[in-house]
């Protein structure tokens, strides 16, 4: 099955950091046969908190079973889903890529166009920092694609509400 765009869900669950929490979310989503695209813990602001961001794909009927399955989990603190919510979502990902020649300045190009840094240089490889939103992110794998990717990591989005502007 194709994952569509609107079909993506970004989940952002605040939960009690404590041994086991990982795994009781993270085995709800595969009890029930639905798959996370990618997941980003770290400590949130308040003491003994960490903040989940969960990104997967499928329908709302699931979604909307899962979220209330989430709710029920006692560590779970809050659940919030980022769909109807203006909110900055960012990932971060390193990409090495085959640099050899005439392609390293095309590559370069690239990375300024997408204002990315590189942040490794061999003589037949360029790694590459970039930050964005998701589509940036598939953007630049997109493009670097005809020069030979070597090696991804990313980090998986991390999602925030934005603030409230005033007029």
């Known amino acids: ?9 970004v989940l952002s669950v605040l939960v009690e950091n404590e041994p086991g929490v990982l795994s009781r979310v993270v085995g709800l989503f595969s009890g029930r046969g639905y798959n996370i695209h990618s997941l980003n813990v770290a400590p949130a602001l308040e003491e003994g908190t960490s903040h989940m961001t969960i990104t997967t794909y499928g329908d ?24 109807d919510i203006p ?13 050899e020649g005439a392609m390293r300045g095309e590559i370069l190009r690239t990375v300024d166009i997408f204002r990315c840094k590189v942040i490794d240089v061999s003589p037949t490889e360029i790694t ?12 630049i794998v997109g493009l670097l694609h005809r020069f030979g990717i070597k090696e991804i990591a990313r980090t998986g989005s991390v999602v925030m509400r934005r603030s409230r502007r005033t007029e």
């Open 1 to 9: 099955m194709m994952e569509n765009e609107k079909d993506r869900h």
């Open 60 to 83: 709302m009927q699931i979604l909307e079973q899962i979220m209330k399955q989430l709710h029920k989990i006692v560590s779970v603190i809050k659940v919030v889903e980022f769909s």
């Open 87 to 99: 909110a900055v979502e960012r990932e971060m990902m390193f990409v090495k890529v085959q640099a």
């Open 128 to 139: 590459i920092e970039a930050t964005g939103d998701h589509e940036k992110l598939e953007a």
